[in-house]
């Protein structure tokens, strides 16, 4: 399981409260990825970063930010906006050159609950 | 924009016996279409992948052919496995200035091999 590693495992949110998801690999990758999986449902690009101190949202950013201070590090925040933020999230990342560009990592997940 | 459809959404064969999934994208500059498979509870990893100049690629009992005229991928697996069964899902990248790596991925297809 080494590479990318996601805390906590399991998360409870309460009504108003905001969340941080932390994300960390030991890859050396430059690009990290944020996705929210719902049941029977594929991944969706909540948002993504290629290098430090810069991001880019993805399809389905509204409620949720991201922060890139640091290359090994990519932690998000489920802020209250988000109105049904249960779901499985995912953390990724891959290199953005040379033949392994794209292929991305996958961490463990974290599993959100709204209480 | 960008969009990858996947069929069947659930499949069931019989152990010993063969399984395609297939998708379709949308814009006509992808060039790289990795397969991800996803046991319950746990984290997507990369199964085989093939990049736009190639037609197929094997590795043991997988295979992926791509067909670029027509826009579509398939997996095939070949003497399926108990330890098969999981939700596979399809992906597809396309080229930007900068080569952002954003993967754009179909809905998924459980997979259940009956033994």
């Known amino acids: 399981d080494g590479g990318i590693t996601q805390s906590p495992k399991y998360l409870f949110r309460k009504e108003g409260q905001n969340v941080t998801l932390s994300c960390e690999q030991n890859?050396?990758?430059?690009?990290m990825y944020w996705y929210r999986q719902d049941p029977g449902q594929g991944l969706r690009l909540i948002y993504y970063?290629?290098?430090?101190?810069?991001?880019q949202k993805g399809d389905i950013a509204e409620g949720y930010s991201v922060s890139r201070e640091k290359k090994e590090s990519f932690p998000l925040t489920v802020t209250s906006a988000q109105k049904n933020p249960t779901a499985f999230y995912l953390c990724?990342?891959?290199?953005?050159?040379?033949?392994?560009?794209?292929?991305?990592?996958f961490g463990a997940g974290t599993r959100l609950s709204v209480l | 924009g960008e969009n990858v459809e996947q069929h069947p959404s659930t499949l069931s064969v019989q152990e010993g016996d063969s399984a395609v999934i297939k998708c379709t994208y949308s814009?006509?500059?992808?060039?790289?279409f990795p397969w991800y498979k996803q046991e319950l509870g746990k984290r997507p990893q990369l199964i085989i992948d093939?990049?736009?100049?190639?037609g197929e690629k094997k590795d043991q009992r997988i295979a992926v052919t791509l067909n670029k005229t027509a826009k579509h991928f398939s997996l095939h697996i070949t003497e399926t496995q108990p330890e098969d069964s999981a939700v596979y899902f399809c992906a597809a990248v396309r080229p930007k200035p900068g080569n952002t790596g954003k993967l754009i991925f179909g809905q998924g297809t459980t997979l259940q091999v009956k033994p």
């Open positions: 890859l050396n990758h430059d690009a």
């Open positions: 970063s290629q290098i430090v101190n810069d991001f």
């Open positions: 814009d006509s500059a992808s060039n790289y």
């Open positions: 093939i990049r736009s100049n190639v």
């Open positions: 990724a990342s891959s290199i953005v050159r040379g033949l392994a560009k794209n292929i991305q990592y």
